[in-house]
């Protein structure tokens, strides 16, 4: 069964600085792993996927990283600003013989002004 | 425009009833899924669907139920046999090996 764990569980951080996210999942037999951002009360919105051929993505200030052997992945974000905090979550796509999108239980970030 | 809608957006639901959670996409996509969100808490897997016809209890299948008929629609029942279902709800969908997209979410909540 795959379980996925995202460490910090929270973090908050002033205005301008790096950070990374971390993601760790037990089954490495994945399509793929996305990066979701969650705002309170809504949907997910996708920042990036990274298929398992690849070692990471960008986009904009965002790249995610992945290790597929090792099952960890993480998400950089760099010069953070008021408007990225949220929540972040992690999720691979497969593991053994499904398709199953499991999700980590997120990153809740607070970037201050 | 290509999307997942999921509708109504917040449902209200007496003791002992059945309500259905509608969702649709229209991305031609093979797999569809249900989630739960609970409070400050992640998404936990419901069933999920990869082809027309078929489908899979998640992690928290008991108290729900779904069907598959047609490719673009995967609609799910929170029956009275769940006993706590007042949550977010939320339906997804992915190509083969592909991008998850998201609907906006059903609040549910128990008067």
């Known amino acids: 069964k795959q379980e996925v764990t995202q460490i910090p569980a929270a973090l908050s951080v002033p205005e301008g600085e790096n950070l990374v996210l971390n993601c760790s999942f037990t089954d490495s037999a994945i399509y793929n792993l996305q990066w979701f951002r969650q705002d309170p009360g809504k949907g997910l919105t996708s920042l990036l996927l990274i298929q398992s051929s690849q070692r990471e993505q960008t986009s904009g200030r965002l790249n995610a990283s992945l290790d597929k052997s090792s099952g960890r992945s993480t998400l950089y974000i760099a010069a953070s600003q008021p408007g990225d905090s949220a929540t972040y979550l992690c999720a691979p796509l497969g593991g053994g013989a499904t398709n199953k999108l499991i999700f980590g239980t997120g990153t809740l970030l607070a970037v201050q002004p | ?111």
């Open chain 2, 1 to 111: 425009d290509g999307g997942i809608t999921q509708s109504p957006k917040y449902l209200f639901r007496k003791e002992g009833q059945n309500v259905t959670l509608s969702c649709e996409q229209n991305l031609n996509h093979d797999a569809m899924y249900w989630y739960r969100q609970d409070p400050g808490q992640g998404l936990r897997l419901i069933y999920y669907s990869q082809i027309v016809n078929d489908f899979q209890k998640g992690d928290i299948a008991e108290g729900y139920s779904v069907s598959r008929e047609k490719k673009e629609s995967f609609p799910l029942t929170v029956t009275s046999a769940q006993k706590n279902p007042t949550a977010f709800y939320l339906c997804a969908s992915t190509p083969p090996g592909g991008e998850a997209f998201f609907g906006q979410g059903t609040r549910l909540t128990v008067v």
